[in-house]
T-cell receptor
Framework: DAKTTQPPSMDCAEGRAANLPCNHSTISGNEYVYWYRQIHSQGPQYIIHGLKNNETNEMASLIITEDRKSSTLILPHATLRDTAVYYCIVEAGSARQLTFGSGTQLTVLP | GAGVSQSPRYKVTKRGQDVALRCDPISGHVSLYWYRQALGQGPEFLTYFNYEAQQDKSGLPNDRFSAERPEGSISTLTIQRTEQRDSAMYRC?????????????????FGPGTRLTVT
C-alpha cells in the first residue's frame, strides 16, 4: 500500500515559489516525512525532513499540517535547475530503506 | 569531499553472463544500500549493509542476486546468469547513520548508478 500520494506533475514559473503537496493520511506517530528529488538521470538527492514541526533549510521549507496527514514542500524561488521529480517519503526514523513512490515531476518554466 | 562512486557506469552483457557492480561509499559511512530503478519509476530497495553485515536482503528479487561488503567499505552486487528483465539502473547509497541511531535524519547519499543492459 502506498503511504504517500502526490500529483504526477506540476509546472511553476521561474522565480516563483513552487508548492508541492503530499498526502500521507496513514502516517503514524513515529514516522518522519522526507523529501528527495531526482534531476534527470542523476541519483536522488536529499532535500529536507520533518516530524511535526515546520522545517526550513537552504534548499526548501517543509510545512506539515497539525494532524500530520499532509505536507507541502516549498521551493521559495524556483529556478530552471529545480526541474526534477520530487519524492515525498514517509518512514520511521530507524528505517532501513527508503520506499519511493511515483513522485511529482516539477517543471520550472522560463 | 568525494561522493559515492559506482563502476562501471554502463555495462552491456549477454543473457546468461554474470556481472559484478561495484559501489564505493563515502568514506566513514557505515550504512550502504543497493537500489534498482526502472525507467520512469522511483528506486526500489534491494539490500542493506551495516558495516560489513548484510542486515536486510528482503528486496533481492531471487537467488541470482547477491551482495557483499567484506571490509565494511566497498560493496559488490553480483547478478548471476543475467536475464533481460535484469536490465535497469542499479544505484548505491550510503549513510553515516546505522539502524538504531537516534534521531529522525536518515539521509542517504546516492551514487550515479550503473546502467545495466542485458541483451
Amino acid at each position: 500500500d502506498a503511504k504517500t500520494t502526490q500529483p504526477p506533475s506540476m509546472d511553476c514559473a521561474e522565480g516563483r515559489a513552487a508548492n508541492l503537496p503530499c498526502n500521507h493520511s496513514t502516517i503514524s506517530g513515529n514516522e518522519y516525512v522526507y523529501w528527495y528529488r531526482q534531476i534527470h538521470s542523476q541519483g536522488p538527492q536529499y532535500i529536507i525532513h520533518g516530524l511535526k514541526n515546520n522545517e526550513t533549510n537552504e534548499m526548501a521549507s517543509l510545512i506539515i499540517t497539525e494532524d500530520r496527514k499532509s505536507s507541502t514542500l516549498i521551493l521559495p524561488h524556483a529556478t530552471l535547475r529545480d526541474t526534477a521529480v520530487y519524492y515525498c517519503i514517509v518512514e520511521a526514523g530507524s528505517a532501513r530503506q527508503l520506499t519511493f513512490g511515483s513522485g511529482t515531476q516539477l517543471t520550472v518554466l522560463p | 569531499g568525494a561522493g559515492v562512486s559506482q563502476s562501471p557506469r554502463y555495462k552491456v552483457t549477454k543473457r546468461g553472463q554474470d556481472v559484478a557492480l561495484r559501489c564505493d561509499p563515502i568514506s566513514g559511512h557505515v550504512s550502504l544500500y543497493w537500489y534498482r530503478q526502472a525507467l520512469g519509476q522511483g528506486p526500489e530497495f534491494l539490500t542493506y549493509f551495516n558495516y560489513e553485515a548484510q542486515q536486510d536482503k528482503s528486496g533481492l528479487p531471487n537467488d541470482r542476486f547477491s551482495a557483499e561488503r567484506p571490509e565494511g567499505s566497498i560493496s559488490t552486487l553480483t547478478i548471476q546468469r543475467t536475464e533481460q528483465r535484469d536490465s535497469a539502473m542499479y544505484r548505491c547509497a550510503s549513510s553515516p547513520r546505522h539502524l538504531g541511531s537516534s534521531g529522525g535524519l536518515y539521509e542517504q547519499y546516492f551514487g550515479p548508478g550503473t546502467r545495466l543492459t542485458v541483451t
